[in-house]
């Protein structure tokens, strides 16, 4: 992580400089543990080598293939469009999962 002046940024004077910090980060998170998916994004953001990103995205989609079915990759990365799609994908994957609890009954021998 990096800290920036903002006086040094900035060649006009904002009152809110005087309150806030601003942290630049220099890691990514969401992307940390998966090298690949993370230099795809880069390559995005840079607009370098589309058609190769178009392509391994394309290999990625799910068809036919819903959290329902047996084979699905649910711990995979997953890319929606808006928040709405993402929040009724988590409302289904959390139903599905709640499915999947098993209750024990204990007895204790005394």
Do not use: C
């Not at 589309?50 to 649910?74: G, H, R, S």
Request: proline letters at 2%; a positive charge.
């Amino acid at each position: 992580m990096k800290i920036v002046n903002l006086a040094v940024l900035s060649v006009a004077t904002n009152i809110w400089t005087e309150f806030f910090i601003l942290f630049e980060l220099t890691e990514i998170m969401r992307q940390k543990h998966d090298k690949q998916f993370a230099q795809l994004f880069n390559r995005l953001r840079e607009g370098k080598a589309l058609k190769m990103i178009i392509t391994a995205i394309l290999k990625q989609l799910l068809l036919n293939v819903t959290p329902e079915t047996d084979n699905y990759p649910i711990n995979i990365a997953h890319l929606f469009t808006a928040n709405a799609s993402v929040d009724a994908h988590n409302n289904v994957i959390i139903y599905i999962l709640s499915l999947r609890l098993v209750k024990l009954r204990l007895r204790l021998w005394t």
